[in-house]
């Protein structure tokens, strides 16, 4: 028996990778697409079950061709389709080109690399191009109940990240010495050891760990708090700042089980909380309580992103909110799944209407500077007549 | 003060990356390439010093153009280069059009996205396009002194690591539990959190502990042994398999210190290694040995692919050598720096002719089907007569 056995992570059943590949077809109907290959691995593993080295080709007909470069024993083991080997993308388009397949292509022109686009454009004589990594995306971003069982257990491991941290946290340890003993609380709790954003250039930790100056360093990508890293070169996650008594630390920390991901925040303090971070604190977590009771399918994610911002002003604390300076990023929340950058996005910039099986993170952060950080992260599934939380921690601050 | 100033990581300076920029110009007046614009976040780390969301233009007259989207604050202070403010790549887009650049330019096409690729191409009206990944993959081959101090540093993490692995590891345990407890040690020893490979779908773990059919799993990468991973979505790194006596446990750990990369491997047994391992273990030994005492500047890197495969072939081990059946490789070792696929690469298939300052692992692994693996794998700068260890921790096997 190999040890692939015995793991008892659940699988997707084969009625379930086939309602993918439907919608997928459907919607290439829709957007007159002929046909469409994929080659980013978390793309094709969501439609095939397994992440091996391959491609995957589907028609609008519904065609399907799954070529697998390595490792083909364990794609088999994995995946209900029947696999063509290949020793490379020249076989691929050849058998492609075999096939007579013409007319407008899909591609996922946001990650596909120039290379082989050139190569596989070329070879195949694709002169109408589209890209299809939108559609994938709003495909995905409905979650089926199996994936909703895997993310509520990537909320576990979340839960027992918090749970450790109020036992560990100390005056004088470093952010690093936090950060590295939790992300192996996170790993011996089942963590898979990947946290996947979509994109190029995009780097994600498991777990970042801020307090004060190093929460309010302005970093690189698209979120309110990137922590400050160790240096230059890989500039994000926990520092080597002490933690302090009175101020506040955020622990932001990202599961990830049987591939889908989580990703929540909590506050805590040692000593007695600052009052400057009163205030901001109470918002955030009035936010929180605000989008729990209202969200719901059918409710415009804008409107949340509205009343949160009300709540904000209200308190007068709109320069600080999401971001200070250049550092303010203009969403106050993020779908989750198999990527952690997934659709929605709860942003002033776009309806988005909820729908059942959504799955997204809110995080109401004050970044203050020459103070620090506070705020709360928690994620949510969409029901029919409700939010449903994905994990069972409390949002609430804890004081040490 | 800003707690960016507490850390004491060594920065290149301004002569350093004057030099790396000639380099790069000069290959470029050699390859008659008029422009090159890098978007890939290490190339840009690497000719300027900062790692935030930019975008780097030079032409062959050693024209500059450093764009930065954010932080500008955090690449101000980290570059020597005058930084050019944009909010997106239209703004890039308009004032190198602005600028009048015309001719062949290089990109990065080996991980630029179509989507930026298509863009750039119909914006700027370019139709001249070469690949300048190669160039800059060449330049980046050789090591300046001050990035092989980095280098040694990031080895003193490796030695750590398999200093905590002898007493940590024992009998009964899971391949999980050991990794999490030892990718917490490497970063309490200041890894900075990154294990960077270059290009699409890649995924690097900082652990991968295999040991009997858990590293015999073939992976989808070009690696002879990725482990066995948790679940289909991460199909790489550490398993549950518990860790028994007399089988070799193999623990190949990468470190990254100032975003400098590492890669050994260290085999392990608990009581006596079963002696079906020992010839294969012997020859990995002897591989390592004779390229140490064999290697220097001058050497065709063929050549030690060649005398290595020479004693595998004298042990009629060939079989089992860099992978079994349709999971071998054909290399026995690959360059480092700031990403684990760096040049040159030890194989039979192209010659190399080592120059001081290149670094490189050697990998001597064997997959043997239904028992198991071993192997060890050791970082090599390359000096005018000699090899020089990048870490110093002993390449024997440790019997506990």
Redesign the interface.
């Known amino acids: 028996m ?3 056995d ?2 008892d ?1 659940e ?1 997707p059943t084969k009625n379930e990778i086939d309602s993918r590949i439907e919608k997928l077809r459907v919607r290439m109907v829709e957007k007159d697409i002929d046909f469409a290959i994929l ?3 978390t793309d094709i ?1 969501y439609f095939t ?6 491609v995957f080709f589907i028609s609008k007909n519904g065609d399907i061709l799954f070529f697998v ?6 794609a088999k083991r ?1 995946t209900y389709f029947d696999i063509i080997p290949v020793s490379d993308n020249n076989g691929i388009f050849k058998i492609i080109k075999q096939k007579g397949f013409k007319g407008r292509v899909g ?1 996922e ?10 190569k596989l454009t070329k070879e195949l004589n694709l002169s109408d191009v589209v ?1 299809v990594s939108g559609i994938i995306r709003e495909i995905r971003m409905i979650k089926s109940e199996y994936e909703l069982r895997q993310i509520k257990k990537s909320g576990e491991i979340v839960d027992a990240v918090f749970r450790s941290a109020k036992d560990l946290l100390k005056e004088g340890m470093t952010e ?2 936090l ?3 939790l ?3 996170g ?2 709790n ?1 963590h ?3 946290m996947r954003m979509r994109g ?2 995009q ?1 994600m ?1 498991n777990i970042t760990i801020t307090q004060g ?2 929460g309010t ?5 698209d979120a309110p708090i990137l922590g ?8 994000h ?5 002490s933690i302090e008594r009175n101020i506040p630390v955020l622990i932001d920390y990202g599961a ?1 089980f ?3 991901i989580t990703d929540e925040t909590r506050p805590f303090v040692i000593g007695k909380l600052d009052s400057f971070f009163e205030l901001p604190y109470n918002v955030a977590f009035e936010i929180i309580e605000k989008i729990s009771e209202t969200g719901k399918e059918g409710v415009n994610a804008k409107d949340l992103y509205n009343l949160s911002f009300e709540l904000v002003k209200k308190a007068n604390l709109t320069e600080y909110f999401m971001g200070y300076g ?2 303010k990023v203009n969403f106050l929340g993020h779908g989750l799944g ?1 990527e952690i950058n997934e659709l929605p996005v709860i942003t002033p910039k776009h309806d988005i209407i909820l729908q059942e099986g959504m799955v997204f993170a809110v995080e109401p952060k004050f970044i203050l500077p020459g103070k620090g950080v506070i705020g709360i992260e928690v994620d949510f599934i969409v029901r029919k007549d409700c939010l449903e939380r994905v994990s069972n921690s409390s949002y609430e601050l804890s004081v040490l």
């Open positions: 190999s040890v692939l015995k793991l992570f699988r080659f980013q691995n593993f079950g397994t992440m091996q080295n391959s470069e390595k490792s083909i024993e364990r994995e591609l022109l946001d990650v596909l690399p120039s290379q082989i686009f050139l890209d690093l010495e950060a590295s003993i992300e192996s609380v790993r011996k089942g898979n050891g990947a190029f250039n780097e930790d100056s190093s360093v302005v970093g690189y990508a400050q890293g160790l240096c230059p070169a890989v500039p996650g926990a520092s080597l700042k990830c049987n591939g889908y250049e550092g198999l």
